[in-house]
Structures are given as structure tokens and as C-alpha cells.
């Protein structure tokens, strides 16, 4: 049965949600313990509080549990009931008005013995505060007697419950409530975003699925045939269970990364459908480079020979200017004007 009874929590194991739920109270255990802590202390000195100035409102209603001389007593009780009605119905009218007199009185003593004192001793008052206040959704005030205002300590008594119901109730309550709430909404968060790493990235490369658009490779197709974490995870088994004598190369290599629990044969952000796609984009733009660089050269070959063209056109008009000046103006027929001819 104790076994049983164990087994029982390996569905919290096993499930990742009902862990959550589990997590979400020992991930932030030290806060909650601390602010159960406040809680206790206040709960402490309201019960001084009470014990002093209120210790004759503490007064509850129990069920007590009857023995069995109680049952015995009840038994003549229902037959001298018996016999006390049937003389009423023989007409004594003394009589009739003498039980109803004692049955009333019963009924009080009954109501009386029902009520009992629970703030007699400061850790009564402590076990009552803690019991019952923290239990009443509107705190201590719920369970104690009931004042009039009529009473010196009425304004007292109202500040007190109030205080109790705002501190306590509302605040200390709420916030370990919160804690464990927002340790769960963390949690959640968490594995959202876990399975949306999953779904957007390689397991074993950790590329992104972005890096595989206008590729002649899906992502799809990646994950399920390129790189199968499945595949992977035979293969290590495949290592772990085959004779060492019999491995080849790549198996020798990668059981001996396993056994340093080095993770370098993974082919990290890369894969052989982005190489070979790299490759082939690579080529074809150094195909353009090269298209490019020989009509570049071509164009600075057609450049230089009309500079060339046009330097010898340049020089030919020199020489010709020259040729005009020496025939316009002869050095022997140049006269002095101011010699007499």
C-alpha cells in the first residue's frame, strides 16, 4: 500500500505541468517561509492584544461528545419525558407547567455548556488567533463574541478586528498567495518559451529557422533528415554499447568526446545543405566579379589608347604651330627701324 501510495507522485514527475505547480512553491521557498514568518508574528501579537483587553470575547461554540452514561441519562430522560407527557395528557395542569419549566432550563443549560472560554491563557489565545482567524474569511472578528455598543471597549474591539482583517487577511495572505502565483506565471512563461526555441531552432546546430529561407533546404527538411536529434542520440548509444576494438575513425573520435563530455563534434551553427548552398552562391558571385574586372579592363584599355590618340594629337598641332611661327617671321629679314637704310 505504501508503495502504492508513492507511486502516485511519479505522474507529478512525469507530467511538466503538475512539476510547475510543485516549483511554484520551493522555487521561492525562502520568501514565502519569510513572509509566513510575518505572519506569525503578528498573529503572536495580536493574541497578546486579545489576551489583555478582549479575553471575554473569546468565547466559541463546540460540539462536545457525549459518553455513555450521557446516553444512559438520555434514555430516562426520553422516559421520564414519557411519563411526565402522559400526565400532562391526564390533566394535571401543576404538573404540565413544572416539566415545561425544567425543559426550558435544560435548553439553557445546554446552550451554556456549548460556549466555552478559549483565551483563559495567552497560548490559547494564540492557538484561537491562528486557528480560527486565519481560517475566517474576514479574520478573528468572525469567531469572537459579538460586542454592543454600548460597551467602553467597543470602538477598541472594532479597530482591532479591522486591523486584523486589513494586516493578516488581506496583506500578509495575499502576498504569499502572490509569490506562489507569480513563481507560476514565471514558470509557464519559461516553457512557452522553451517550446518556441524548439520549434523555431536545430536542436543540434542551433540555427534558426530564418537561416534557411530561399534555400534549397527547408527547415522542416533539416531537422527530420540532416540533422535528426534522434539520430544523434542512437548514434551515442550506438558508441556507448559497441566493442571499442571494433570502432572506426569518426566512432573512436566521438567516443572519446563523450567520455570527456566534450561537445565539439556537434556541428555547431552550421550544416552541409548551407555549405554547399554557400559554396555554389560564392562561385557565382566571383563569376560576376571576374565578368565585371574584364569589362573594367576593357574599358580602361579603350580609355588609354584614345589618351594615347589624343597626346599624339596634341604634340602634331604643337609642331605645327611651331612650323606657322618660324615662316611668319624669318630671323634675316628682321630690320632695326631707328638704323637709316
Not at 521561492?28 to 483587553?53: E, H, K, P, Q
Not at 402522559?86 to 404540565?96: K, L, V
Not at 506562489?180 to 542551433?206: N, V, W
Request: hydrophobic share 40%.
Amino acid at each position: 500500500m505504501r508503495a502504492i501510495f508513492l507511486q502516485l507522485f511519479d505522474l507529478v514527475y512525469r507530467e511538466e505541468t503538475l512539476l510547475n505547480v510543485i516549483k511554484s512553491v520551493t522555487r521561492n521557498g525562502r520568501s514565502i517561509v519569510l513572509t509566513a514568518v510575518l505572519a506569525l508574528i503578528l498573529v503572536y501579537l495580536f493574541s497578546i492584544v486579545g489576551y489583555i483587553f478582549f479575553k471575554d470575547d473569546f468565547i466559541l461554540e463546540v460540539d462536545r461528545i457525549s459518553n455513555a452514561t450521557q446516553s444512559e441519562d438520555s434514555g430516562g430522560s426520553l422516559a421520564g419525558e414519557f411519563l411526565s407527557t402522559g400526565m400532562c395528557q391526564g390533566g394535571i395542569d401543576e404538573n404540565c407547567s413544572t416539566n415545561a419549566q425544567q425543559e426550558e432550563l435544560g435548553i439553557e443549560s445546554e446552550d451554556e455548556s456549548n460556549m466555552e472560554r478559549t483565551c483563559d491563557s495567552l497560548l490559547m489565545c494564540i492557538v484561537t488567533v491562528l486557528s480560527h482567524g486565519l481560517r475566517s474569511g474576514g479574520g478573528v472578528g468572525d469567531v469572537l463574541r459579538k460586542p454592543s455598543k454600548e460597551e467602553p471597549l467597543f470602538a477598541a474591539r472594532v479597530i482591532y478586528d479591522l486591523l486584523f482583517f486589513f494586516m493578516v487577511i488581506i496583506i500578509v495572505l495575499n502576498l504569499i498567495f502572490g509569490v506562489i502565483i507569480d513563481t507560476f506565471a514565471d514558470l509557464r512563461s519559461e516553457k512557452q518559451k522553451k517550446e518556441e526555441i524548439l520549434k523555431t531552432t536545430c536542436f543540434i546546430c542551433g540555427l534558426e529557422r530564418d537561416k534557411f529561407d530561399n534555400k534549397t533546404v527547408t527547415f522542416e527538411e533539416h531537422i527530420k533528415e540532416e540533422h535528426n536529434m534522434w539520430h544523434y542520440l542512437y548514434f551515442i548509444v550506438l558508441v556507448k554499447v559497441k566493442d571499442s576494438t571494433e570502432y572506426t575513425g569518426p566512432e573512436s573520435y566521438v567516443a572519446e568526446m563523450i567520455k570527456e563530455h566534450n561537445l565539439d563534434w556537434f556541428p555547431r551553427m552550421r550544416a552541409m545543405s548551407l555549405v554547399s548552398s554557400d559554396s555554389e552562391g560564392e562561385q557565382n558571385e566571383i563569376r560576376n566579379l571576374q565578368e565585371k574586372l574584364e569589362s573594367t579592363m576593357r574599358l580602361v584599355v579603350n580609355l588609354s589608347g584614345q589618351l594615347t590618340e589624343l597626346k599624339e594629337q596634341m604634340t602634331e598641332q604643337r609642331k605645327q604651330k611651331q612650323r606657322i611661327g618660324l615662316l611668319g617671321h624669318p630671323p634675316h629679314l628682321n630690320i632695326n627701324p631707328q638704323q637709316p637704310a
